[in-house]
């Protein structure tokens, strides 16, 4: 530990129960893991689940060293909006009550400053009401751009009510700050990734065999959770474009879908555009790091990503960028240099883009290195972990009225 530096205690409040393990989750299990011990005392509240089927946040939070796992139970999730479905969660959530007593008393046991927990709704809202409980602060951490139209009431009361919101990106902190949020209370902190974890060209050879491709064709890969926002749709229309006058290009399609029928629509489209033989849907896979060694191009026309952590693992795997200048996306993507942004709804746009790489592959190489180089020295987890231990000590000062 510094001199004279006091150790802050610090909770993440995680209640989910059930798959797939979101993004947020993630980020908070890296920032978890990459803060130093010495300067921060880590606690994780988490749903456990059984022995045989832990958690997917207890799964990934048990091998971090150094941690303190301690047990929350706030009830089922709602997947449903039957009465008999509520009438469940209603019942279920009973033992909410005990649970957020155990854990304010807790807090206060060990001396915990600060709260962290993500944008899910239901843990905004507890983690507010632990922080007064537990005379604490509460960070919010924000994953998504502040919009009052599809935001809950109980995700904007609390986003209002948080001691601090750390947002991925300046376009979500702007967001914040726009739905009147104070400006002292708004920390921008990017994402980040462990780039040990993403080594380029491996698996390429496998990968593109399992498709039957061909060694001189052209891959373009996207991955994302399938609707209308992700660009899916704008991508294959691009892709048949581009696929009239360069037929050796491929493309593939992974990641399952969030709107159900919304892949065979995908699907529907690639047949009507006449490229379905040259589009491949992979569906949901575990093998991401492979999928993006057999690519050639990594393509994703999202309209206002909030960050794009995906665009970052593309980078680590050096794969050159094909995107929409919007949103969080340009903070990730710095145009020209590691890939090329067009503007929204210009289509022409993207296919031009995506054919100045195809035609290109010293271009591609080039923005390739230079993106792995950007993520192992921007967007590392040790930035992340210290930007957020920046907050908690500001607010650890407010919190012992040093400030």
């Known amino acids: 530990m510094i001199s004279g530096q006091a150790k802050v205690g610090v909770l993440f409040v995680h209640s989910a129960t059930q ?32 022995p045989d089927a832990p958690t997917p946040t207890f799964a990934v939070m048990r091998p971090i060293t150094g941690i303190h796992l301690v047990p929350i139970n706030l009830g089922r999730e709602r997947s449903t909006f039957t009465r008999a479905a509520r009438l469940r969660t209603v019942l279920a959530a009973l033992p909410a009550v005990s649970s957020v007593v155990r854990l304010a008393r807790y807090i206060r046991r060990h001396k915990i400053a600060v709260i962290h927990t993500t944008d899910r709704p239901r843990d905004a809202a507890a983690a507010v009401v632990l922080a007064r409980l537990g005379r604490a602060r509460c960070i919010i951490h924000a994953h998504v751009a502040f919009d009052a139209g599809w935001m809950s009431n109980m995700l904007q009361r609390a986003i209002r009510r948080a001691d601090a919101v750390i947002a991925i990106s300046e376009y979500v902190g702007s967001s914040v700050r726009a739905a009147g949020i104070d400006s002292s209370r708004v920390h921008v902190v990017a994402n980040a990734i462990d780039t040990a974890a993403w080594t380029p060209q491996l ?38 474009l581009v696929h009239e006058v360069r037929p ?24 009507d555009l006449g490229v379905d033989e040259s589009v491949v849907f992979a569906g949901q896979r575990g093998d991401v790091p492979s999928l993006m060694a057999a690519a050639d191009i990594y393509a994703m026309p999202s309209q206002f990503e909030p960050f794009g952590l995906v665009y970052l ?91």
């Open 203 to 240: 698996g390429r050879d496998e990968r593109r065999a399992e498709f039957g491709f061909m060694p001189d064709d052209t891959v373009i890969l996207s991955v994302s959770r399938l609707f209308p926002a992700k660009g899916p749709g704008d991508l294959i229309r691009a892709f048949a």
């Open 313 to 403: 693992e593309a980078m680590a795997m050096q794969l050159p960028i094909v995107a929409l200048d919007n949103g969080g996306t340009p903070e990730v993507v710095e145009a020209g240099t590691v890939g090329l942004l067009s503007p929204a709804g210009d289509l022409r746009s993207l296919v031009d883009d995506m054919l100045t790489l195809i035609d290109d592959p010293m271009l591609r190489r080039e923005m390739g290195r230079r993106g792995r180089e950007l993520a192992e020295t921007r967007f590392t987890v040790e930035r992340l972990a210290r930007g957020c231990e920046d907050v908690y000590r500001l607010l650890a000062c407010v919190t012992h009225g040093r400030i």
């Open 248 to 271: 050796d290009t491929r493309l593939v399609i992974v990641g399952r879908e969030v709107e159900p029928g919304y892949a065979a629509q995908l699907k529907l489209l690639a047949v």
């Open 19 to 50: 798959p797939p393990l979101g993004a947020d989750t993630w980020v908070q299990s890296q920032i978890a893991g990459g803060l130093d011990k010495s300067r921060v005392d880590v606690h994780v509240a988490c749903a456990f689940g059984p």
